[in-house]
């Protein structure tokens, strides 16, 4: 099977990533990136126990897999949280996510096209449904930690 989709993907979400201007202290992206990570490998272990989805090899890590979690995953939600609205209203903040849960389900849909992911028992319009609330998930995070930040900073002084 060829990998270029995977390749391309990956140096242009960590292209971006290094290049978008980055609002919030370093800690703040690396406390909600491996937390994000951490619940989609939880996520993905519970998917292969249903066989609900696969990525190249069934039910077991291989290199392509972790190569997308390290060059496609980790980047993306870099460049999520660094343009996320947090300025804005929840108007924009909640169409900020759709767009970002549309975007994200063209492309696992092209995941699913080129051959790099399987459904045996899932529906493309699941993953479409659950983005909002994992995206969600990811700014009540990363305000967690702002919050956490900003009370050990205060509790130090």
Known sequence: MSYWYLIVSALIFM???WKV???LPPLEYYATVTTCLFIAEITDR????YSLYEFWVKKHIDLP???????IYA?????MI???PFNSGWIKKITYILAWSIFSSFYEWTYLKIGYLYYPHWKWWYSAISYPFLYGFMFLHLRFVHWLRKKFRQASK
């Open 82 to 84: 660094s343009w996320y």
């Open 75 to 79: 980047p993306a939600a870099v460049i």
């Open 15 to 17: 292209w971006v990533a």
């Open 46 to 49: 519970w998917t292969d126990r």
């Open 65 to 71: 897999t972790t190569f997308m979690i390290f060059f």
């Open 21 to 23: 201007p980055k609002p």
